[in-house]
């Protein structure tokens, strides 16, 4: 049996697609493996997204090559955003590689070893989870309708594409059998989910509808996009047990002068209104977002704004990204481009005062009892870490608990009353369970 090697760069959409291909190469009799050395095919899912991120694709790529170096029996295919963005320049510069597929090619890929692929109709129903068993993504659509001036994103995985609700209904309900008892919903722009479908922004119904499903526990909604925010969405957050209070929605900046540049369709004011909406609509809500520092254009007093935004509205998880000059994309060719060690200055700036915030909230956790989800247990340290509902996997804050307090497993939801609080962790023991 071929052993087959997968290694998968990027955001959690593109693990998805790892997970979709490991699925149907072991429907094939393809043996997926940790062990790159030891498999006979060596995949490399990449992303393309921003420089950072196509760096460490193209290090993977020579990674491949090095072990194919050593034994030339060995191939190499290469996946995903960066070949979809830069076949051409791959096939011309990187020859060693022997095959070369865009984004969702699952098909090609399953020719090119000679196979057929399977689950004609529904490639996700082979998807082989490799998450901890205990949570799972679903991605609910592909593509993005929206023409952000800094993203690449849009020419990438193409126009927004809702897959349908049954198919999703079905998916999750096959998640939770599997064992997720998270289930956290990824697309580049969830709250358009269904109006390319149905005519209609049909998320707050897809929502009702996963909540039904008996093993979930928890249901987290990432990558919200404020323009056209389906209100009714909160109330479903407001009321259901499953549906997280926990609201992804990335705003990039807050000066309006930006939001024009960076053709984000806000203004400060709209961003304003709809936080004030949902702080109402449901109080215990979890908030995070992400901005942008360093776009073309961006003054001293639009960062300062930026500053005092951050300082003033106090949100519970942000994330700070540098601009990354992309060509193809509108900002590219946009003038008044700002010094990347500038950029850098103004993201750690914001993360200084990010930092203040987060550790007084979590300080105000103190003596707190919190529902916390296991995630997995350090046989080095004896601790336990975890996350409560504010805390998406491996972006967000964990709780660090010491094993000696009670006996559980990754996978438990535990009651942890909270003893100490950092900017990102809280500390706890499990209460007598
Ligand atoms: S919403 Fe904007 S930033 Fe997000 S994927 Fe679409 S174009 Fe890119």
């Known amino acids: 049996m071929k052993k087959v090697h997968i290694t998968t760069l990027g955001c959690s959409k593109n693990l998805v697609d790892s997970e979709v291909l490991q699925g149907q190469l072991e429907a094939h009799e393809f043996q997926v493996i940790d062990s790159p050395e030891a498999s006979d095919l060596l995949i490399v899912n990449t992303c393309g997204f921003i420089e950072k991120a ?3 694709s193209i290090q993977a790529i020579f990674e491949a090559l090095e072990l194919k170096k050593q034994d030339p029996a060995k191939k190499v295919f290469v996946t995903g955003c960066l070949s979809e963005r830069y076949r051409d320049d791959i096939v011309r510069e990187i020859p060693e590689v022997d095959a070369i597929f865009g984004t969702e090619e699952y098909r090609a890929i399953l020719n090119a070893l000679g196979k057929k692929h399977m689950a004609e109709d529904n490639l996700s129903r082979l998807r082989r989870v490799t998450t901890p068993r205990h949570y799972a993504y679903m991605k609910i659509s592909e593509g993005c309708n929206h ?7 849009p020419g990438i995985r193409g126009k927004h594409r809702s897959r349908p609700m049954e198919e999703l209904l079905a998916e999750a309900q096959r998640l ?6 998270e289930l956290i919903l990824i ?3 969830t709250s358009y989910y269904g109006k390319d479908l149905y005519g209609k922004q049909r998320i707050a119904e897809l929502l009702r509808g996963l909540e039904k499903i008996d093993g979930l526990r928890w249901i ?3 990558y919200w996009y404020p323009t056209n925010f389906p209100l009714e969405a ?4 407001r009321e259901s047990d499953k549906v997280l209070a926990y609201l992804d929605m990335p705003i990039q900046h807050v000066s309006d002068r930006m939001l024009r540049r960076m053709r984000r369709g806000d203004t400060l004011q709209s961003l304003e209104r709809l936080y004030d909406k949902i702080r109402h609509t449901v109080p215990e809500i979890t908030l995070r977002t992400t901005l942008i520092v360093g776009h073309p254009g961006e003054t001293n007093a639009d960062f300062r704004a930026m500053c005092d935004f951050v300082r003033r509205f106090e949100f519970d998880r942000l994330g700070t990204f540098t601009y990354s000059d992309e060509e193809g994309t509108p900002a590219f060719s946009q003038d008044e481009k700002i010094d990347p ?3 850098e200055e103004r993201q750690a700036e914001i993360m200084e005062i990010q930092k203040e915030i987060s550790l007084r909230k979590n300080q105000n956790l103190i003596n707190s009892e919190q529902i916390v989800l296991l995630d997995e247990y350090d046989i080095n340290t004896g601790y336990y870490s975890g996350r409560t509902y504010r805390d998406a996997p491996e972006i967000d804050n964990e709780v660090l608990i010491p094993q000696n307090s009670a006996t559980a497993r990754p996978g438990d939801f535990v009651r942890v009353t909270v003893e100490d609080a950092a900017e990102y962790e809280l500390f706890g023991v499990i209460k007598n369970r």
């Open 54 to 56: 196509k760096e460490e």
């Open 147 to 153: 023409t952000c001036a800094f993203c690449a994103i």
């Open 176 to 181: 939770a059998d599997g064992g997720a008892r």
């Open 187 to 189: 697309s580049q722009d």
């Open 220 to 222: 987290r909604v990432l």
């Open 234 to 237: 909160l109330e479903v957050m």
């Open 341 to 343: 060690a500038l950029a």
